[in-house]
């Protein structure tokens, strides 16, 4: 039981209020680890919001510096940012917001050399990141390592998510493998509403802290989607599927992949 | 005319009619970008030819989305 200071009690006063919550929900807050995989227009919201809420640890993976075309959603960086480590300048806001968080940063990509190392220190990894490689990284090396995790894709002015844990769907039972290289959106089909960022971000950050409170239901075996040019959302349920190469019954994939990415290069156009 | 559910919104098609055919109809941008699924069940890239709608499928489109910002690595 961790014994909270007056100070504590009142910075979280108003998750202790609520009944699902409480002193012991805040316990379990305070004393989960997630790890956030980027620091971009996912990772902002999704650390910000953690961080406000006193996650115990935060780690946070990202390999880039800080570019002024980023400041348009990622609002966890300020423009002094700019050529910054993006883990460094996500590590110096979680801490002023709250200096109870313990950060680590992992100033690097995420690969099949070191993701089950980094993973299996957390409790709940969160899918920020831009490309599909990587997302299928962390879907495979999280159902390898038994781990939950929520994934976030945005595009223009829609958003996507779900929830996985053990034994639910995963990635790869919706998506079987990434979309051929040359398939990726083109650089003018690429754009996106800075705020749908902010959106998908915080549905993300509400998983985690449902997931920790057990509060609720996860968006298991469901994919949320909504179109913000309409403001319409909708829940299409998915199922685990047997024949899933990664968490089916006979899985045919039994290291990770790191697969190639279509290249969209916004800086040279 | 036959009714289906495509996206959870009615729409009225003509048979026969092949998932394929149906994609097509529904100007799915980019087909290689959608993953499908008819009455929950996600069908196969390869089976979408052989595929034939049926009244009251329910189908979806699922897209692949990422981050909005495909340049970082």
Known sequence: MIDFTGEQIQRYSRHILLKDVGVEGQEKIMNARVLVVGAGGLGAPVSLYLAAAGIGTIGIVDADVVDLSNLQRQVIHFTKDVGVPKVKSAEEKIKAINPDVKVDTYYEFLDSSNALDIIKEYDFIVDGTDNFPVKFLINDACVMADKPFSHGGILRFNGQTFTHLPGTACYRCMFKEPPPAGAVPTCSQAGVLGAIAGMLGTIQAAETLKYFTGIGELLTNRLLTFDAKTMQFRTVPVKHRDSCPICGSNPTIDHLIDYEQGACDLKSH | ?73
């Open chain 2, 1 to 73: 005319m036959a009714r289906i559910i495509v996206n959870g919104e009615a729409q009225d098609v003509q048979l026969p009619l092949s998932l394929t055919e149906l994609i097509k109809q529904n100007d799915v941008l980019q087909p290689e970008m959608v993953s499908v699924q008819v009455n929950d069940d996600f069908v196969d890239r390869t089976e979408w030819d052989g595929l034939q709608i049926k009244e009251n499928d329910a189908v979806d489109f699922l897209y692949f989305m990422g981050g909005g910002n495909l340049s970082e690595k």
